[in-house]
């Protein structure tokens, strides 16, 4: 094809004119750089003003959720790790499709094992599947069918769950992932499928809902201490310790007298 | 008429399209510097009932090896800007380049809604903001390759 009138005219501009798209593209980068630079500097106090934020609201969440002892009690017996009698309850309503919940798995999953000796100190995990995650009520019913098997069959599945998030939430085939993993930790394959579509485990689900809707739960992971909502920026190894402490503290003093220890237990309740 | 003023690389040498692709490109460029900050500065928040912009950036799907996705984003943009800005100019090949680099941000892109929508099922509006930007710019380079192959037949 012979060069055209356009094509000729194209080689004469950029001739012509070669240095100013570059000039025009270097004045964008310094632009970009510059302000990029300094938004950045001016969007940095943020998470500091976050960071300050949680001693802010620590106050606020001294009370505890004001129907925390009448909420409807969730599934029974609960998920639960440590002893039924200990003095702090940590409550975790958790979301199995949700990314913030696979994230805080290890951390409650280190802090379950560093105070597993502590005989007032104790886990229960709530199912709170949110609606915007298709296969987030199947894994909780998953985690139930397991937990059918038995409490630590609950806990390894509820492990698996967390800890291939990244597969199976992206999968078509989830419910076949299930079923591996029940394989892996040693389930009764065939009443887990079972008890998958059965009644039991999906009714436990339910009542730990009816639980977190109660409580007005709005996000997930939602982690309470003795009924005092820890702010999700504070669910880390440190910040958990210090809650924790502070709780097992305070119930350590007024244990000194009976009435105050009695009034305690019932609130946990 | 306007026929004539479509025309890439009208007499001053400088062809509308890539122009205005240019800047699309830096709106989109400015959005994912923005949000490459957003990422960098925000906390992580849970998963919420009401769902936004934090719950997309602080998704496991927002970075790439510890880069966030953002931040190719606006290395996209700018190559992008770069490439139609030499096109205005009259540098044909660079409009192929950008052709063919914003046809596969829009695959790409398709695949990011696909996993807002599906996946993580929050929407975050900066993020789409540049999906809006990436189609712009594929649609600016098919028009341009429509305008010319209509007039040369």
């Known amino acids: 094809m012979p060069l055209n009138r356009k094509t000729i005219e194209m ?22 750089v510059i302000g990029g630079y300094l938004f950045y500097q001016r969007s940095k106090p943020a998470p500091k003003a976050n960071t300050a934020s949680p001693t802010n609201t620590t106050a606020a969440n001294q009370r505890p959720q004001p129907n925390y002892a009448t909420a409807p009690p969730g599934a029974q017996p609960p998920n639960t790790l440590g002893s039924p009698t200990a003095t702090v309850t940590i409550e975790e309503f958790a979301d199995f499709q949700c990314g913030s919940c696979a994230a805080a798995h290890p951390v409650l999953k280190e802090i379950n094992s560093a105070y597993a000796g502590n005989k007032n100190v104790r886990f229960v995990f709530r199912n709170f599947p949110l609606q915007m995650h298709d296969k987030a009520y199947d894994a909780a019913v998953a985690a139930e069918s397991a937990g059918l098997q038995g409490t630590s069959k609950f806990w390894q599945m509820q492990d698996q769950l967390f800890t291939n998030q990244h597969v199976w939430s992206v999968s078509t085939s989830y419910r076949d992932l299930f079923l591996e993993y029940a394989q892996k930790i040693g389930l009764d394959v065939e009443k887990f499928k079972a008890d998958m579509s059965g009644m039991q485990a ?29 702010p999700y920026a504070e669910v880390t190894s440190a910040g958990m310790r210090r809650v924790i402490d502070a709780e097992l503290q305070a119930a350590a003093q007024p244990a000194q007298t009976a009435a105050s220890t009695n009034n305690s237990r019932s609130n946990l309740r | 008429m306007s026929d004539e003023e479509v025309q890439p690389g009208g007499s001053d040498g400088i062809a509308w399209i890539p122009v205005l692709a240019a800047i699309v490109a830096a709106i989109g460029l400015a959005d994912s510097v923005y949000l490459t900050i957003h990422h960098l500065t925000a906390v992580p928040v849970p998963c919420s009932i009401i769902s936004g912009c934090e719950t997309v950036l602080t998704s496991q799907y927002a970075e790439i090896g510890g880069i966030p996705l953002a931040a190719f984003g606006a290395l996209a943009y700018f190559l992008a800007f770069s490439f139609a800005i030499l096109a205005a100019f009259g540098n044909r090949t660079m409009w192929t380049v950008f052709g063919l680099q914003v046809t596969l941000m829009a695959i790409f892109t398709a695949w990011l809604i696909y996993l807002q929508a599906f996946v993580i099922g929050a929407f975050c509006q900066f993020c789409l903001l540049s999906a809006l930007t990436t189609f712009t710019l594929f649609s600016l380079f098919v028009v341009s390759k429509l305008r010319r192959s209509g007039k040369l037949h």
């Open chain 1, 11 to 32: 080689k004469e501009s950029k001739k012509g004119s070669s240095g100013i798209p570059v000039a025009i593209i270097i004045l964008v980068l310094a632009v970009v």
């Open chain 1, 202 to 230: 999906k009714s436990r689900v339910d009542q730990d809902m009816a639980r977190g809707r109660a409580l007005a739960i709005s996000s997930t992971p939602t982690v309470m201490v003795n009924g005092r909502v820890v």
